[in-house]
């Protein structure tokens, strides 16, 4: 039972508790006089023993009475440690102990430690910040400063180290976790000669019980470099994902084996005993590492960040071979970007009216989702497939491409005016799909709805033309916040054409569909062939701009459904929008509605841009391990040299930096034919 009672001192305590040979094995004195202590001065707390040697003994007594028969090796074997292969499970697991704590064997130190320490956390700290020489002359008084050397200790050690290798033996020698590493093949395998190493280990122990090691020793060498080639191994598997592709299940595993081999090369470090000053020393190390693992043990916040950078990076490494393709260098590759857009506006301006005639359909707020939802999925395939180019879809694959040669030119050495060069050519690619999008996608809008209204002798913008352009005024309507919920949705459209790429590595769809038997029976192996490098070029991109369009076209239906003023704004769909307006309004509108609609046309482009730009920056920042504060130094070159060369942002002008900034890319951003 845990006791936090701030009206009591130490003093109090320790007379209550210990002025007499307590026997008891509660947890209530050892619990309170931790508490009493914290309040106090240590020094005070060592100056009470030093003055009252009985109590000091009593005290000494208690504590080795309620330690005596309880291992402690599960506080090193599980706390701290992923316990599933999976990240769900996982999850479930730390949340339920969050919410309700396990029910632990009470002849364990884990018990113990959980009964007397109400916040881990704050109580390592308390001892971190104790002084050595404080902290030292406890553990004499209690008789535990030499407790390393004991061979109870040692065997709960040694045992550990033997459980932890068993354990990563048998993930390491998975069918899949050894794909990931193939330059292993050829080699013995470091987990075997690692448990081997260990199990020696524990029969030196069972005949000399007094054995100690020291840093000199060619056993403890042998399981240190064991070791460091077991995380070797882990590294490679990491380095290799963008090859291979990963799953869920290996992330974690590869996690798991990394936690444990460097958990067994901290127990083993506390075994090496050079000098007799190392015994108090890693005694104490003992204490604070049980105490380090039992604070960690249910942190949710390092298992979600351990377990998604790695599949972040994975998303954003695909997305960023896509996004190399959307960043501009010369005048033809430009227009080439205006042509595409153009394209997409043209398929969008139909959209908008396609999108308005469903509205006038009978049917459900779903039965209108599901039409707006395969109007949008179907128009954004088309796009993709057609080679067009959405505008809002660029940012979410450029982010990538800019932070994975942002983070890996960092390695060497950066020339920031190259990189600003670069960010130019990113932004004036941006600008010319925005204007190719909307330029097509009003007068296709206008043209389609003035043939409509032609061939049936009827306006059929009229009912809709009020909220229209209701939608496009930022003061009547959510009209940003639409638009950054657009944004957010490119941003996961992103994130899905990432994953479904790895995925397709992974499991080796490509190569299972031209090898396929069947296939090539009756299709033929060229067919097959065929097949599979446009699944392999175009798949992720059309389960992505399937999405996307689903997201966009039930949003309005189910947020109407539960009640939330709910939407989306996108810069082409807005610009036809304001077409369809203009004309269900004959074109009769003040000059506010005119120019305000105008104006947030461009808002909504913007705060797209700025949302999916934003957050898929974010993710490959956070993927890569890069600090913001690393690159405020580049912001700032950017933010001269575009005060000095401004155009540059708009329009393709040659500049003596052109061919440094396409180097500084392409040599950071494989070709697929290296990664895959």
């Known amino acids: 039972m845990k006791f936090l009672n701030s009206g009591i001192n130490f003093q109090s305590v320790l ?38 040697p009985s109590s000091a003994e009593n005290f000494k007594y208690y504590i080795h009475h309620i330690f005596a028969g309880r291992p402690f090796n599960l506080s090193l074997t599980e706390a701290n440690i992923l316990s599933e292969n999976a990240f769900f499970p996982e999850f479930k697991k730390r949340v339920l102990n969050k919410v309700l704590p396990p029910v632990e064997n009470e002849k364990t130190v884990w018990y113990l430690i959980d009964n007397i320490s109400l916040r881990p956390k704050k109580d390592l700290e308390y001892f971190h910040n104790l002084p050595e020489n404080e902290i030292g002359e406890f553990l004499k008084i209690i008789d535990a400063a030499d407790f390393i050397k004991k061979s109870v200790v040692k065997k709960e050690l040694i045992f550990s180290m033997n ?82 592709g990963i799953s869920g299940k290996i992330n974690q595993s590869l996690l798991k084996i990394r936690q444990q081999t460097q958990r067994i090369y901290e127990i083993v470090q506390l075994l090496v005993i050079d000098s007799e000053e190392d015994v108090l020393i890693k005694s104490k190390q003992l204490i604070f590492n049980i105490l380090r693992y039992k ?49 997409g506006g043209i398929i969008v301006g139909a959209l908008c009216a396609l999108k308005m005639l469903y509205g006038y359909a009978p049917g459900s707020d779903f039965f209108h989702a599901f039409l707006y939802s395969m109007n949008y999925a179907m128009g954004f395939v088309m796009i993709y497939l057609m080679g067009f180019t959405l505008a809002t879809k660029q940012p979410a694959m450029t982010a990538a491409t800019m932070t994975k040669v942002l983070s890996e030119e960092s390695n060497g050495t950066r020339n920031n005016l190259e990189f600003a060069h670069l960010v130019s050519k990113l932004f004036r690619s941006q600008f ?46 959510k009209a940003i916040l639409h638009a950054c919920i657009a944004g957010f949705y ?21 190569e299972r569909i031209a090898k396929n038997l069947s296939i090539r029976k009756f299709l033929g192996k060229k067919f097959a062939l065929g097949l599979s490098k446009y699944y392999a070029k175009n798949w992720p991109g059309i389960v992505s701009n399937f999405w996307f369009g689903v997201f966009l076209g039930a949003t ?22 304001f077409a369809l307006g203009l004309y269900g309004k004959d074109f009769s509108v003040d000059a506010y509605t005119f120019w305000i609609s105008f104006i947030t046309v461009f808002l ?21 391990k890069m600090n913001f504060g690393q690159v405020s130094e580049i912001y700032r070159e950017i933010f001269r040299y575009f005060c000095k060369h401004p155009l540059k942002f708009f329009i393709p002008l040659s500049s003596g930096l052109d061919k440094k900034a396409d180097d500084l890319m392409n040599s950071r951003i494989p070709a697929k034919s290296e990664e895959h």
């Open 15 to 52: 007379k209550k508790y210990f002025s007499f040979k307590n026997e008891t094995l509660s947890l209530e004195p050892l619990a309170e006089f931790l508490e009493s202590a914290k309040r106090a001065d240590f020094t005070e707390v060592l100056n009470f023993f030093r003055n009252n």
């Open 604 to 624: 909504i482009g913007f705060f797209n841009f700025l949302v999916s730009f934003g957050l898929s920056m974010f993710l490959a920042f956070r993927s890569r």
């Open 295 to 343: 604070s960690h043990k249910n942190n949710i916040a390092e298992l979600i960040n351990d377990s998604t950078r790695l599949l972040s990076h994975l998303i954003t490494n695909h997305t960023a071979e896509t996004g190399a393709h959307y960043i501009t260098s010369t005048r033809k590759e430009y227009m080439t970007m205006f042509y595409k857009a153009s394209g």
């Open 556 to 577: 309005a239906p189910v947020g109407l459904f539960f009640g939330l003023d709910l939407d989306i704004r996108h810069i082409t769909f807005a610009a036809g929008n």
């Open 163 to 244: 459980i932890l290798s068993w354990r990563v033996t048998g993930m390491a020698m998975e069918v899949d976790v050894v794909r990931m590493a193939p330059q292993y093949r050829n080699f013995d395998n470091p987990f075997l000669a690692l448990q081997n190493e260990l199990e020696r280990l524990a029969e030196e122990f069972e005949k000399n019980p007094e054995m100690l090691l020291n840093s000199k020793d060619s056993q403890y060498k042998q399981i240190k470099i064991y070791v460091e080639q077991c995380q070797e191994f882990v590294s490679i598997a990491f380095k290799n994902s963008s090859k291979y």
């Open 490 to 510: 490119l941003f996961i459209s992103g994130i899905i054409s990432g994953n479904i790429g790895n995925n397709s590595v992974f499991y080796q769809i490509p």
């Open 432 to 477: 010319i799909a925005f204007v190719g999008n909307v330029l097509l996608s009003f007068p296709i809008a206008l043209a389609i709805i003035y043939g409509l209204d032609v061939f049936f002798s009827q306006n059929l913008a009229v009912d809709r033309s009020d909220k229209l352009l209701k939608d496009l005024d930022p003061f009547k309507s």
